[in-house]
């Protein structure tokens, strides 16, 4: 792969120690196309191309963030010796740590086994996949030297980078809160980069609900009131909430919608990291089972913290125009008529809803993403934004289908209360009623829309969270 830099710039060693620095000044000169004694970062991108030397994503950006102590915008000689030196102390850690049995070359089965330590479960064939693109003699194993020569230039000095690539982004918000929390490192949390993660996630979830939030109104009307007229569609729906309230009452109760997000976010981040410790032994890694059981656990906690935020989001996305002057006339109105209770109806489906969501999230996510390694991993384990975006998207649309059932129980009995001639039912009382009058199909009321908001929603969250986490200063790891 790289026969040139291990020929002439890196000369195969049995050691491990340290290259000379003639081999480096090589090099350099080499990249220093005008000869000025420095090197920009297009003669980086131009040298290293023209060497055949391949590059992770964003490489050179990461190289010179990294490299440049002076901030000049260029790498002279001691900055790119430095660079070059600390790197390969870096790659020497990350090859010793995947090389299980020390016998100097890391192997398929040693990569499966460093992969499910971390959480990440593939198969030998996808293991494979990940060793050719890194084997240059073609032994379908990996030694000191060809580990070194591949990740050279590239700032990926783990293997978890195979897991940042898969991890469900944080950025992704389709208007449902039942997700898995995303996994942090603990260079991520010593340096402060979760935090600003989390917060460039809470203002694409902000952005996006606001923007899909006549969709999930439209939603939440054909699930309470979807039964009473067989025409309620999706026209006649919107034509409804304007004729009734104007443009503005389509995005009646998305302040509630977008405020609970920061208590939620917040609470669920917590209580994962305190039920990872219960669930693990210290120092060991978190499994996928244990990612699912302490995600959903979190995902009852935080749920269980901001339901009545969720009630009050209903009842406002159900009131008719003068009913509530806002979210603490909507609760101080409640409470006084129908009590505390009057919080938390439809928890328990809410509840339920969580394990279905979670699970087939999770699953259906690994599904793809196993597929994906198996068939179209030919050079990186990097599949692209599309990919992932997609992947994401199906997996919590997935999720959605198997819980809508629930939520829709869910919503009719926050807003029983206001429905006029409605028995105040329970959850098991709900359903036994809505499958003998409606059918199965009304369980499914309001789908459609709830559908249709799922790209937009995927889309503009994406957008905003990469341009937050520029804003944020949140680096490419």
């Known amino acids: 792969m790289l026969r040139w830099l291990r020929g002439v710039v890196l000369p195969a060693a049995a050691c491990q120690d340290a290259e000379p620095p003639t081999h480096y000044e090589t090099l350099f000169h080499k990249l220093d196309r005008n000869g000025d004694g420095v090197v920009d970062i297009c003669e980086l991108q131009e040298g290293l191309k023209s060497l055949g030397i391949p590059l992770g994503q964003d490489a050179e950006e990461k190289i010179f963030t990294t490299g440049d102590v002076n901030k000049d915008g260029k790498l002279d000689f001691e900055e790119f010796m430095k660079y070059l030196k600390d790197h390969e102390k870096q790659m020497k850690l990350?090859?010793?740590?995947?090389?299980?049995?020390?016998?100097?070359?890391?192997?398929?089965?040693?990569?499966?086994?460093?992969?499910?330590?971390?959480?990440?479960?593939?198969?030998?064939?996808?293991?494979?996949?990940?060793?050719?693109?890194?084997?240059?003699?073609?032994?379908?194993?990996?030694?000191?030297?060809?580990?070194?020569?591949?990740?050279?230039?590239?700032?990926?000095?783990?293997?978890?980078?195979?897991?940042?690539?898969?991890?469900?982004?944080?950025?992704?918000?389709?208007?449902?809160?039942?997700?898995?929390?995303?996994?942090?490192?603990?260079?991520?949390?010593?340096?402060?980069?979760?935090?600003?993660?989390?917060?460039?996630?809470?203002?694409?979830?902000?952005?996006?609900?606001?923007?899909?939030?006549?969709?999930?109104?439209?939603?939440?009307?054909?699930?309470?009131?979807?039964?009473?007229?067989?025409k309620m569609n999706i026209y006649g729906g919107f034509r409804q909430m304007v004729k009734e309230g104007g443009i503005r009452s389509l995005w009646r109760g998305n302040g509630t919608n977008v405020i609970k997000i920061a208590p939620e976010t917040a609470v669920k981040f917590w209580a994962y990291e305190q039920y990872k410790k219960l669930l693990t032994e210290e120092g060991q890694k978190v499994g996928t089972f244990e990612r699912f059981v302490s995600g959903s656990m979190a995902g009852a906690t935080a749920q269980t913290l901001i339901y009545p935020m969720e009630v009050l989001k209903t009842r406002l996305a159900v009131g008719k125009t003068g009913q509530y002057s806002g979210m603490f006339d909507c609760a101080k109105k409640i409470l006084k008529h129908e009590g505390m209770g009057a919080f938390y109806k439809g928890y328990v489906p809410n509840l339920l809803g969580i394990i279905p969501y979670a699970g087939i999230d999770l699953a259906v996510y690994e599904l793809l993403k196993s597929h994906w390694l198996d068939n179209f991993a030919k050079d990186s384990v990097n599949p692209g934004v599309v990919v992932l975006l997609g992947c994401g998207a199906l997996s919590s649309t997935c999720g959605q289908l198997a819980s809508y059932p629930l939520a829709l129980v869910r919503t009719r009995m926050q807003a029983q209360a206001m429905v006029e001639g409605a028995a105040q039912l329970n959850m098991v009382g709900l359903f036994r009623r809505i499958i003998s009058k409606e059918g199965i199909p009304g369980l499914y009321r309001g789908i459609t829309p709830n559908f249709m908001k799922v790209l937009p929603a995927v889309g503009i969250s994406y957008v905003v969270y990469e341009n937050m986490r520029q804003t944020l200063g949140v680096t490419q790891k």
Do not use: C
């Open 94 to 230: 990350a090859f010793k740590s995947l090389d299980k049995n020390n016998d100097g070359k890391i192997e398929a089965s040693e990569i499966v086994q460093s992969l499910q330590i971390l959480g990440l479960t593939i198969s030998k064939q996808q293991a494979e996949l990940i060793l050719q693109s890194i084997d240059a003699d073609g032994t379908m194993t990996v030694d000191w030297n060809e580990w070194r020569d591949y990740f050279l230039f590239n700032p990926v000095t783990d293997i978890e980078e195979i897991i940042r690539f898969w991890k469900h982004s944080t950025g992704i918000d389709i208007g449902d809160s039942l997700t898995i929390p995303d996994e942090f490192t603990e260079d991520e949390k010593k340096s402060g980069q979760w935090w600003r993660q989390l917060l460039a996630g809470g203002v694409a979830g902000a952005v996006s609900r606001t923007s899909t939030a006549p969709l999930d109104r439209l939603k939440v009307m054909m699930q309470v009131h979807g039964s009473k007229s067989e």
